[in-house]
């Protein structure tokens, strides 16, 4: 999941998978540049990129209910964590069909006639299916990131660090017509999953679970 996201997000912004539909000049550019055989060629291949990083999203998430279920309020986290991992996967999902999908069409059916209006409409609503997702990652993040605060399941700087970069996720949407400060936004969140595939994969590989952090004992004696 890390390595797709590192190689689709630079590539995206260095070849320009699409141009920005937010310009007045929208409409005429996307017609011209979706005329173009390899510029559709370019998105069929950031489609099955930004697929990959939701098909490895399953392993990722799969790894934070284990953080969840080491946890003293495992119950309530994990609810969280697996509805909300199936809200953003479907979001994820959904808005890049949006997004780039629209090269598959053209290119697996010969007879289709590129509407553009129809084009800017799926473009448009990608920015509500990705916003959608976007915030229940972030609900997911800040959930696993204080529930591990109060009880234990990841150290505490990477669960610190997961609540501002969950926060910052849930606030992402507001930037959502700014591509380049959208893309920025996401590092935080990014350096976090990094950092937690990192830390299962080692407490993994010690065959052993995160510690949760024993809660205090009341004291009867004096009663």
Do not use: C
């Not at 979706?34 to 060629?41: C, E, I, M, T, Y």
């Not at 997911?140 to 204080?146: A, D, G, K, Q, R």
């Amino acid at each position: 999941m890390v390595i797709a996201i590192l190689v689709n997000g630079p590539l995206s912004q260095a070849l320009q998978r699409i141009p920005s539909y937010w310009d007045a000049e929208a409409g005429g550019r996307i017609a011209s540049y979706l005329q173009d055989g390899a510029n559709v060629d370019h998105m069929v291949v950031f489609f099955a990129l930004s697929n990959l990083i939701f098909l490895f999203g399953i392993g990722f998430f799969a790894g934070l209910r284990r953080v969840s279920n080491n946890s003293d309020l495992s119950d309530w986290v994990s609810g969280v964590v697996s509805i909300g991992s199936g809200v953003f996967l479907a979001g994820g999902l959904l808005s890049e069909t949006m997004s780039t999908g629209i090269a598959v069409v053209l290119r697996s059916t010969p007879g289709y006639q590129l509407d553009v209006n129809a084009a800017l409409l799926l473009q448009g609503l990608w920015s509500t299916a990705i916003a959608q997702g976007q915030v229940a990652l972030g609900v997911v993040v800040v959930t696993i990131s204080v529930s591990s605060l109060l009880a234990g399941g990841l150290p505490r700087w990477l669960a610190w660090f997961g609540v501002i970069a969950g926060i910052v996720t849930i606030l992402r949407p507001v930037l959502i017509t700014q591509i380049p400060l959208f893309i920025i936004s996401f590092q935080p969140m990014f350096l976090w999953i990094a950092a937690l595939s990192v830390f299962l994969l080692r407490t993994a590989d010690d065959g052993g679970t995160p510690r949760r952090r024993p809660l205090p004992l009341k004291d009867y004696s004096a009663q």
